[in-house]
């Protein structure tokens, strides 16, 4: 795109029109950041009952306070400006921002950009060469984040903030940049983001206008979401895990509206349904099963019959913010399960040592999938790459066995779930626990958990070795 299509690309994108009947009249970052993850939490933060929200669970609240503590470590180390105004009064705060920007300081912490409906208020603003409308200098957005790898809904974030700098500037930034967790800058061009943000924002506007209507979509994401009461109230097709929602919207247009309708599904009355397709109408006939049922259905015979029965249940556990592996497991063949842990940085290379030199010979080694990118993290920081493969090898992911074997009534993310789903109970998860011990340094509970998670994957191995015969 030229300079003149990316100036009507901008004009467009700032055109965009919020309903009266929303309750709220600014989008901002956050909201392009989160209609990634889930376009619905978007409409019902502007549709939805406020009194209805959660509050962040304790561990969720914590990582958020150590991003915002990380945040100022980083700020602390530049020089910045912050524009001074009341709280609230966004009209002075963006005045406020166009005089330093005027006066051409070298950068700005969370500069407010106000054009009516968008509100931005990026972490940084940096002082760059080349023309604007404030002469021989212009600006660039970057914002701090909390991850290790950039991610495209974080470059779209910075992108939107470019495009309200272009209307106070006269000029597109050509670049934005993230400051990832290590201290490293991720730069990125912002013209190269604009089209996904325009189609981002199309979308949007179709959802908020009614033209489609805004429905649920059960995903991992809704276990931290604000939403998930008001969420969990569907009953029918809305709140069915394991379906897309173009597949969702194509059940309904066939009218599957209710869980039991699609539960009881007949082949000859599936076969008459043209436009939707045998594989689909099975997949969501066995989810609706399991959800109407409340608990797991067999969906195929779990694969790797001649690797599974023996089998060494692993675990290693890190602290994904500050990448310490501090919690290894093993449960040998007929022994006891035993729990390593370096709770001090200086122990972690000869507990993993340790723990490597109990693993025993030729066994599978059964985890529960996040277990992999934990070994080659740590192979990674001890600087034995090269073991990787061979562990690799011996790799058993029961997780993933068990989610090909089975249909669930809700998405699965831990051993304990799948255990308490294939038992027709209640899913009860650790890991809120998990996080606070590690993130408290627990040793008591962390060993105690690993000891539990242990035994439930020597459970699930041999519930998965029952079922593959
Ligand atoms: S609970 Fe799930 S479906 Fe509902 S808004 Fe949140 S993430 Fe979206």
Not at 305 to 327: E, N, T
Not at 402 to 415: T, W
Request: proline share 6%.
């Amino acid at each position: 795109m030229d300079a003149s299509q990316l100036e009507a690309a901008c004009e467009r994108m700032r055109g965009f029109v919020i309903p009266e009947a929303a309750s709220r009249d600014r989008l901002t970052g956050s909201h392009v950041y989160g209609f990634l993850t889930c376009e619905h939490s978007v409409y019902l933060d502007f549709f939805g009952d406020k009194e209805r929200r959660r509050s962040p669970g304790p561990a969720l609240a914590r990582l958020l306070a150590r991003g915002v503590a990380f945040e100022d470590e980083i700020v602390a180390g530049l020089e910045l400006i912050e524009p001074e105004f009341e709280p609230g009064d966004f009209v002075s705060g963006a005045e406020e921002t166009r005089a330093l920007m005027l006066e051409g300081v070298p950068g700005i912490y969370q500069a407010v950009l106000f054009e009516p409906p968008f509100l931005g208020i990026p972490d940084l603003m940096r002082r760059v060469e080349g023309e604007s409308r404030f002469g021989d200098y212009g600006y660039e957005i970057g914002d701090v984040k909390s991850s290790y790898k950039p991610r495209a809904d974080q470059a779209l974030q910075v992108a939107f903030y470019s495009v309200l700098l272009e209307g106070l500037q006269g000029v597109l930034p050509q670049e934005g940049y993230l400051i990832l967790r290590d201290g490293s800058e991720e730069r990125f061009s912002i013209a190269e983001l604009l089209p996904a943000l325009e189609e981002l924002l199309e979308e949007m506007g179709d959802l908020f206008s009614g033209r489609q209507g805004s429905f649920p979509h059960r995903s991992f994401a809704c276990r931290d979401c604000k939403w998930r009461d008001v969420c969990a109230e569907g009953t029918g097709l809305d709140w069915l895990p394991g379906l897309t929602r173009a597949e969702q919207s194509l059940l309904r247009s066939e009218g599957f509206t209710e869980l039991e309708d699609l539960a009881r599904l007949e082949p000859e009355v599936a076969a008459e349904k043209e436009t939707l397709s045998e594989t689909l109408l099975v997949r969501a006939r066995l989810h609706a099963e399991a959800s109407v049922q409340g608990c797991a259905v067999p969906r195929r015979r779990p694969r790797l019959k001649d690797r599974m029965g023996q089998g060494c249940p692993v675990l290693i556990w890190s602290d994904a913010f500050d990448r310490r592996y501090l919690v290894f497991g093993l449960l040998p063949p007929g022994g006891e399960a035993q729990v390593f842990l370096a709770m001090d940085p200086g122990d972690e290379a000869a507990v993993f040592e340790q723990w490597r030199s109990c693993l025993p010979e030729g066994q599978s080694l059964c985890h529960a999938g996040a277990f992999m990118s934990s070994l080659h993290g740590i192979l990674l920081a001890q600087g034995m790459p090269g073991e990787g493969p061979s562990l690799e090898r011996r790799s058993l992911d029961l997780m993933n066995l068990a989610r090909g074997g089975f249909v669930f009534p809700a998405p699965v993310r831990e051993v304990s779930e799948v255990l308490a789903s294939l038992q027709g109970n209640e899913p009860v998860g650790r890991e809120e626990e998990r996080l606070l011990a590690l993130e408290d340094r627990d040793a008591d509970t962390l060993r105690r958990l690993a000891t539990e998670e242990l035994a439930d994957l020597q459970q699930l191995l041999l519930r998965l070795d029952e079922a593959s015969v």
